[in-house]
């Protein structure tokens, strides 16, 4: 198991910072959540990706992926969704980043319709994906938060550069059981996204093992090679503790709890 952190839970922090802040907590990777009010974004120019390059190249810290807000399953025309999606793959091509995250967003349409928008699109940019080194990662959310419902795109896809990321959260909302969610996504995987809440009604992010998601079943039967990546929503809940002093504890606990079973 290889740990990272998203930084959805340092909202506007310099990239400098957040390769500090991974290296010196013993995190290997990061998740670099892509907005205009980021550091990280498709405006940048050739040499402003250049220096987020060698900023995490210096710390050691991999860029595990870019969290886009692409929503691939959402009404209209395709042009708009590719377009985004295009440039989001590029960024990440430039950034070094193995992955893109992209978002179900299917709104009010039928599933039917929703999975066939999803699966079109993604089968759209597979190739151009593969030729850019880069895979594209559907998360479990929003109108799609089952494992299921994420593998049922991803396997009509059926392509090797398009594959899952499993919010344990949503899926979790879901009434999913973790194995249920593990035996769907494993042959799509791409990494875990990790969390913790009091309740399905007080979603405020809280310090992993303090609240009441089911993380240790979540990480049973991982192989050593995969991304869990901590999740820690500080950008849409300002009052929560902040993340750099829970990140030592974090990891310890991951770690603990997803030790291999004697």
């Not at 190249?57 to 595990?64: L, P, Q, S, T």
């Not at 959310?141 to 419902?149: E, I, N, Q, V």
């Not at 996204?193 to 007080?202: N, P």
């Not at 609240?211 to 500080?234: H, R």
Request: aromatic share 4%; glycine share 12%; net charge negative.
């Amino acid at each position: 198991m290889k740990l990272a952190f998203s930084t959805l839970g340092v909202p506007g922090t310099p990239v400098s910072e957040v390769a500090r802040l991974a290296a010196g907590n013993g995190y290997q990777g990061v998740e670099l959540r892509v907005h205009p009010e980021e550091p990280v974004h498709p405006g940048l120019s050739s040499l402003e990706r250049a220096d987020v390059v060698e900023v995490f190249k210096a710390a050691g810290v991999e860029i595990v992926a870019l969290a886009g807000y692409v929503q691939v399953a959402t009404e209209g025309d395709d042009e708009p969704v590719l377009a985004e999606l295009s440039a989001l793959l590029k960024l990440a091509r430039d950034l070094g980043a193995s992955s893109v995250r992209v978002f179900p967003g299917g709104g009010d349409q039928e599933r039917e319709e929703a999975d066939a928008a999803a699966a079109r699109r993604l089968g759209a940019l597979a190739p151009a994906a593969a030729d850019l080194g880069v895979s594209i990662l559907l998360e479990t959310h929003d109108t799609h938060r089952a494992g299921l419902d994420v593998a049922r795109i991803v396997g009509t896809v059926g392509h090797p550069r398009i594959g899952a990321i499993w919010d344990v959260l949503h899926t979790w909302l879901a009434g999913e059981e973790p194995a249920a969610s593990h035996a769907v996504l494993a042959p799509h995987l791409g990494y875990v996204q990790v969390k913790d809440v009091a309740s399905a009604d007080d979603l405020t992010p809280l310090p992993l093992g303090s609240g009441v998601l089911p993380l240790a079943e979540c990480l049973d039967g991982l192989g050593p090679e995969t991304w869990v990546c901590w999740e820690y929503e500080k950008r849409w809940y300002p009052a929560a503790a902040e993340l750099p002093g829970l990140l030592g504890a974090g990891r310890e606990h991951l770690l603990r709890i997803g030790a291999p079973k004697q």
